[in-house]
């Protein structure tokens, strides 16, 4: 048997061999090369998704929580303002049945002052106890102002303002009867009076008669009183 390696053919097979084996030592060296490629390739996928989910968990989850903390507060914030609109429309509900009760209240008391004619809900009887309630605080009044000594700003206004009001109160006792006004001036007196409307001083009596719910002393007049003068 020949020696392989000792034939005319000897030198071709040996180089043949030689490419064979230089060839597989290559594609193994490439192989392990694409291998090492892969490897890394996968490492440094593996890494970025690590990085990416690492990234993902330090920043991606605190944004999240901080749109929903803003939320939050916007939701906070929107309530509030709410809260403060119902505030503001309750305190002015509040504020206008106040002053709707006050109105209710003053148009009571105006119809009280109002004779049936005129739509209220005065009659004569009440006519004339209101002019006898007024006259009662008048004469208080006055009193207050002789112990004060005659001077005292608040008390001649009170006054006043009582006459006025015993003025109108008056002034629906009249009409109720169909009587005649008259305002007292100074140094009058009921007979003075009488003689002046009636042409007879001794009918002072029915003077004092008709306004015997303001006069307690027929001779206890002041200025500015008024009188009611039957017909």
């Known amino acids: 048997m020949n020696d392989l390696f000792l034939t005319s053919t000897g030198p071709k097979q040996l180089g043949t061999v030689t490419r064979l084996v230089s060839a597989g030592l290559l594609v193994f060296a490439l192989s392990g090369t694409a291998i090492a490629q ?56 509040e504020e206008r049945e106040a002053q709707l009760r006050q109105a209710q209240r003053e148009l ?64 629906l006792v009249a009409r109720g009867r169909g009587d005649t006004l008259y305002e007292v001036r100074r140094g009058e007196t009921l007979a003075g009076i009488a003689g002046r409307y009636y042409g007879n001083s001794n009918r002072w009596e029915a003077i004092h008669e008709a306004n015997a719910h303001v006069l307690r002393n027929p001779d206890l007049v002041w200025p500015g009183l008024t009188l009611v003068l039957p017909r």
């Open 38 to 93: 892969q490897d890394e390739e996968a490492g440094d996928a593996e890494a970025a998704q690590q990085t990416d989910e690492t990234t993902v968990e330090s920043t991606g989850a605190p944004v999240e929580e901080n749109e929903v903390a803003e939320d939050a507060d916007d939701e906070t914030n929107d309530e509030q303002a709410t809260d403060a609109q119902a505030d503001e429309l309750t305190a002015r509900l």
């Open 108 to 171: 009571t008391a105006l119809r009280a002052r109002l004779p049936q004619e005129e739509g209220g809900d005065l009659d004569l009887d009440s006519a004339v106890n209101s002019a006898r309630l007024t006259a009662e605080a008048i004469r208080s009044a006055r009193s207050e102002l002789l112990q004060a000594g005659g001077s005292d700003a608040a008390l001649e206004e009170n006054i006043d303002q009582l006459i006025a009001e015993l003025a109108r109160d008056q002034a």
